[in-house]
């Protein structure tokens, strides 16, 4: 009991020394205007009453996701701005205490030892904290839906020469207990079908936790097309593990539930297992058919659970055959995957959604906090011969909004060299 109130204390004392700081700002620049300061507190406090009452009795066991979205969107809108002014202004603190100890000390101090606070400094602040404070509106109203087809060309010596110029296209992290415009989902969902790709392949999490927040996109998925098939793997969200069960009977069949649904939505769920995208031979007998091999593992993640069993879902297969591997978490790549035993040619992952949040200018800068957690974060890769892709996630998770890194639909095309 006595850490958790040390805990909740530091808390409390980190948002009154964040909110104070900011205050600063509002009152030097405002300084005859009492609405704006009465303004701010009445949005500061109202936040955190929302958000600890919200925490306070949130139901681990219900599936009320777009009420914690509202509450992590409000949070962060918040916060973060914030602490932009923060920096500026403690920063200018310390300025002001030295420059009031160096004239105490020479004796050219006059009147209080702290100088008065800059305007300029505090407009400064306010006029920064203005860009994330548009920057996480925007996506909460604009970019969570803003999809973009993003397109590779990778080639390959020894891929099947009848799979030249194959493509595919995958989306990853649906999470569909977030989704709440179906007008805007059906269009990135007419967006995927635009693309006309050989097969489409999913990446995992089609949930946030229960199979039935996919209830009522069932029909809208279902409109999603391939000639050559769809499939999937499942997501560390996908088992439920987040949730709290009356029993493990019920989160098992939650799960049983969600692999129906997939079915249901036309895609073949891969649990460790691999199957063979075939077309026929070019110069061979009547009959003869190319092909890959397409594996499928159950989640593998650094940190996350491990059902995952690559060396099962390759167990049957030629060492010679070209391979695509699905599997959710892209640390499964590093740890396991490019030193394998079998040449995986092409592995798809999801799982970080770029943290929703970045800065992206191709040819000059890609960032997101998601990188100090993975190293291969968003997009392309390739290592030791093997190529890893990325995917940024087609939906969104907790926070309900994407800040610069925006839903992804992604294309590649195969070419043999």
Same mark, same amino acid.
């Given at each position: 009991?006595?850490?958790?109130?040390?805990?909740?204390?530091? @808390?409390?004392?980190?948002?009154?020394?964040?909110?104070?700081?900011?205050?600063?700002?509002?009152?030097?620049?405002?300084?005859? #205007?009492?609405?704006?300061?009465?303004?701010?507190?009445?949005?500061?406090?109202?936040?955190?009453?929302?958000?600890?009452?919200?925490?306070?009795?949130?139901?681990?066991?219900?599936?009320?996701?777009?009420?914690?979205?509202?509450?992590?969107?409000?949070?962060?809108?918040?916060?973060?701005?914030?602490?932009?002014?923060?920096?500026?202004?403690?920063?200018?603190?310390?300025?002001?205490?030295?420059?009031?100890?160096?004239?105490?000390?020479?004796?050219?101090?006059?009147?209080?030892?702290?100088?008065?606070?800059?305007?300029?400094?505090?407009?400064?602040?306010?006029?920064?904290?203005?860009?994330?404070?548009?920057?996480?509106? =925007?996506?909460?109203?604009?970019?969570?839906?803003?999809?973009? @087809?993003?397109?590779?060309?990778?080639?390959?010596?020894?891929?099947?020469?009848?799979?030249?110029?194959?493509?595919?296209?995958?989306?990853?992290?649906?999470?569909?207990?977030?989704?709440?415009?179906?007008?805007?989902?059906?269009?990135?969902?007419?967006?995927?079908? #635009?693309?006309?790709?050989?097969?489409?392949?999913?990446?995992?999490?089609?949930?946030?936790?229960?199979?039935?927040?996919?209830?009522?996109?069932?029909?809208?998925?279902?409109?999603?097309?391939?000639?050559?098939?769809?499939?999937?793997?499942?997501?560390?969200?996908?088992?439920?593990?987040?949730?709290?069960?009356?029993?493990?009977?019920?989160?098992?069949?939650?799960?049983?539930?969600?692999?129906?649904?997939?079915?249901?939505?036309?895609?073949?769920?891969?649990?460790?297992?691999?199957?063979?995208?075939?077309?026929?031979?070019?110069?061979?007998?009547?009959?003869?058919?190319?092909?890959?091999?397409?594996?499928?593992?159950?989640?593998?993640?650094?940190?996350?659970?491990?059902?995952?069993?690559?060396?099962?879902? @390759?167990?049957?297969?030629?060492?010679?055959?070209?391979?695509?591997?699905?599997?959710?978490?892209?640390?499964?790549?590093?740890?396991?995957?490019?030193?394998?035993?079998?040449?995986? =040619?092409?592995?798809?992952?999801? =799982?970080?959604?770029?943290? #929703?949040?970045?800065?992206?200018?191709?040819?000059?800068?890609?960032?997101?906090?998601?990188?100090?957690?993975?190293?291969?974060?968003?997009?392309?890769?390739?290592?030791?011969?093997?190529?890893?892709?990325?995917?940024?996630?087609?939906?969104?998770?907790?926070?309900?909004?994407?800040?610069?890194?925006?839903?992804?639909?992604?294309?590649?095309?195969?070419?043999?060299?």
């Amino acid at each position: 009991m006595f850490p958790l109130i040390i805990r909740i204390a530091f @808390v409390l004392a980190l948002f009154f020394l964040i909110d104070w700081y900011s205050f600063q700002a509002f009152k030097t620049v405002f300084p005859n #205007q009492v609405w704006v300061k009465v303004l701010f507190w009445v949005f500061s406090v109202s936040v955190y009453i929302f958000v600890t009452y919200g925490f306070l009795f949130f139901d681990r066991s219900s599936n009320n996701n777009i009420n914690l979205g509202r509450m992590v969107s409000l949070l962060v809108l918040s916060l973060i701005p914030k602490l932009i002014i923060l920096g500026l202004m403690f920063g200018e603190d310390i300025i002001r205490f030295l420059t009031g100890t160096f004239q105490s000390v020479s004796g050219t101090r006059e009147g209080d030892f702290l100088p008065d606070r800059r305007k300029f400094i505090s407009q400064t602040a306010l006029a920064l904290s203005a860009i994330p404070f548009l920057g996480i509106l =925007h996506g909460v109203l604009v970019g969570k839906y803003r999809y973009r @087809v993003v397109n590779h060309t990778l080639e390959f010596d020894d891929l099947p020469e009848e799979f030249d110029g194959f493509t595919i296209t995958q989306i990853s992290d649906i999470h569909s207990g977030s989704f709440d415009d179906k007008k805007k989902l059906e269009y990135g969902i007419d967006l995927i079908n #635009q693309q006309e790709s050989d097969v489409i392949l999913f990446t995992g999490d089609l949930v946030n936790n229960h199979a039935g927040e996919m209830e009522p996109w069932v029909d809208t998925f279902k409109k999603l097309q391939a000639p050559m098939g769809k499939y999937s793997i499942l997501g560390n969200h996908d088992y439920g593990d987040y949730m709290s069960w009356p029993s493990q009977e019920a989160k098992e069949a939650n799960l049983n539930r969600l692999a129906d649904i997939q079915k249901e939505l036309g895609f073949q769920l891969l649990r460790n297992e691999n199957v063979k995208l075939q077309k026929p031979a070019r110069n061979g007998d009547e009959g003869a058919v190319a092909s890959i091999d397409l594996i499928g593992v159950e989640n593998w993640g650094k940190g996350f659970a491990q059902y995952g069993d690559l060396g099962k879902a @390759v167990s049957n297969l030629s060492e010679q055959s070209f391979k695509i591997l699905m599997s959710h978490d892209p640390s499964h790549f590093d740890e396991e995957v490019k030193s394998f035993s079998q040449l995986i =040619h092409l592995t798809l992952s999801g =799982h970080t959604h770029g943290m #929703q949040f970045g800065i992206e200018i191709p040819g000059f800068i890609k960032w997101s906090p998601a990188s100090f957690r993975y190293p291969k974060w968003a997009g392309l890769y390739q290592e030791l011969g093997r190529y890893l892709h990325v995917n940024r996630g087609f939906g969104f998770l907790a926070f309900p909004g994407r800040v610069g890194i925006w839903p992804e639909i992604t294309v590649l095309k195969l070419k043999r060299k």
